[in-house]
């Protein structure tokens, strides 16, 4: 199939950006939307031209790497799916499709398509992690863990941190990111000991970070690749609100 | 406000939870005073003593009308607290996304989700012409405090549709501005689980649809002569 394509292009942080129009032709309906790109760059290179910069890495959709607002979708129409596992089956011979960077104050773009995500590093390093000696590994049975507190603390874990939701998200909040994290780390016995520090340093570090507020709205839980529930922003609030009281007393 | 308490409030939750507080205790007056509006489906002469009475509460503790006045300073400083994290996050929103998209799928939330900003704006304005309406009485036909109730049947009269129709206007947006606001306290609040979810939306629909309802008898029933 022959396409149209509409990408933003822009040479350095600094720079002033604009969307660019390409053709690709031959794109076969097996390919995953990374591959059609890579198509376009490749004619771009022997042409001489500066290839499209986009961020990727395992294609599996396990990394959260890729990113691209695809006509106006974070991950592209499929519900559910990273950029990686988009495959162009779910296109019409001759449609235009506009691919465009992830639009937030704290991911400023780097070069084209590609923006820096080092916000999350940073809501990460404020306490999305748990102290414990390391070592050998402990027994499986030695720490208890209710069935129902792992399956969500698990559910949890599968944010793979691309930051679809801050890009769809009508706020450019960072707020069902941050959420899984600590609902994570939350539920279970291991990260008991830092709960109320981490959700208070963590949401320190989002709001500097310059990601607004939640309003509830559900975006964010449309396009995530891993379907993380909009609740586990509930019990982000929860934990906030309990761990500013425990600290006022 | 000590400096914990402050930067705590200055957080992005901490904002919401002060709108989810001070929406709570907006939605709790409204239900009273929806409450007390349908007495004119009593009588006119219930109304009128409903009216007296609330400046009544408290006596002889409180001198007379004072119940009525602690209760609009609590209301104020809720609409004020309601608007000031309303503002600050709507600002802290705008500028979390300097760019725009050039091409956006419409943003898929329900309508109510995406009209609270401009729908609280005309809620305000709603209140304040409502005041000066129904409280002072300066906008009212009559304008006889000692008679609510003729004030009230003169206000809604079907020559004055046009009064009734901005009543219904800004009774539906309040409506809709409910609808997402009570699941969005309560999700604010604490509200963690998927059936909660299920459950907090229905507790918003069901508190919009009773608003609603109960504001719109009213002014519907004087314009239609259900009530003289
Ligand atoms: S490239 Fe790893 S998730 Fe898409």
């Not at chain 1, 779910?90 to 923006?115: C, M, Q, S």
């Not at chain 2, 300097?98 to 401009?118: E, F, Q």
């Not at chain 2, 046009?162 to 604010?188: E, P």
Request: hydrophobic share 45%; proline share 5%.
């Amino acid at each position: 199939m022959n396409l149209t394509l509409r990408i933003w292009r822009q040479h350095g942080p600094e720079e002033k950006g604009r969307m660019v129009k390409y053709r690709v032709e031959d794109v076969s309906p097996d390919m995953s939307f990374l591959e059609m790109l890579d198509m376009l760059n490749e004619e771009l290179t022997l042409a001489g031209d500066e290839p499209v910069a986009f961020d990727h890495d395992c294609r599996e959709g396990i990394c959260g790497m890729c990113s691209l607002m695809i006509n106006g979708s974070a991950h592209g129409p499929e519900r559910a799916t990273t950029t990686c596992q988009l495959h162009m089956r779910h296109f019409n011979d001759g449609d235009t499709i506009d691919i465009e960077p992830w639009r937030a104050r704290a991911f400023p773009v780097v070069k084209d398509l590609v923006v820096d995500r080092s916000s999350f590093d940073r809501i990460i390093q404020a306490g999305g992690y748990i102290s414990a000696p390391t070592g050998s590994a402990p027994d499986a049975h030695a720490t208890p863990v209710p069935k129902a507190d792992a399956d969500a603390a698990f559910e949890a874990a599968t944010c793979i941190g691309c930051g679809a939701c801050v890009a769809a998200c009508p706020n450019g909040s960072g707020m069902l990111f941050t959420a899984a994290k600590v609902t994570h780390l939350g539920l279970l016995p291991q990260g008991q000991p830092e709960r109320d520090e981490r959700v208070l340093n963590m949401i320190h570090a989002h709001d500097d970070a310059g990601f607004g507020g939640c309003t509830n709205t559900g975006e964010c839980h449309e396009v995530c690749p891993k379907g993380i529930p909009l609740a586990s922003i509930g019990r982000l609030n929860r934990d906030f609100l309990k761990a500013s009281r425990s600290i006022s007393r | 406000m000590d400096l914990a308490t402050r930067r705590v409030v200055n957080t992005t939750v901490g904002k919401k939870a002060v709108m989810a507080v001070t929406g709570v205790i907006l939605v709790l007056f409204l239900i009273a005073h929806m409450t007390g509006n349908l007495k004119i489906f009593l009588s006119t002469e219930s109304f009128d003593h409903y009216a007296h009475w609330l400046r009544t509460i408290g006596e002889p503790l409180l001198p007379y009308s004072w119940f009525l006045w602690i209760q609009r300073i609590v209301l104020l400083a809720a609409v004020i607290g309601h608007i000031w994290s309303a503002t600050s996050l709507a600002l802290k929103a705008k500028a979390a996304r300097p760019v725009k998209y050039a091409h956006r799928r419409p943003v898929k939330g329900s309508y109510a989700a995406r009209t609270m900003r401009w729908g609280g704006v005309i809620i305000v304005l709603f209140v304040v012409y409502h005041i000066l309406d129904l409280t002072t009485g300066h906008l009212n036909p009559v304008g006889d405090s000692s008679r609510p109730a003729g004030n009230l049947i003169a206000d809604f009269a079907p020559g004055r549709w046009y009064v009734t129709l901005f009543y219904v206007v800004a009774v539906l947006t309040l409506a809709f501005h409910l609808r997402h606001g009570v699941f969005s306290a309560l999700r604010t609040l604490g509200q963690q689980t998927q059936t909660g979810e299920r459950r907090a939306k229905a507790v918003a629909l069901v508190v919009a649809v009773v608003i609603a309802v109960g504001f719109l008898a009213v002014p519907l029933s004087i314009t239609t002569g259900l009530i003289k």
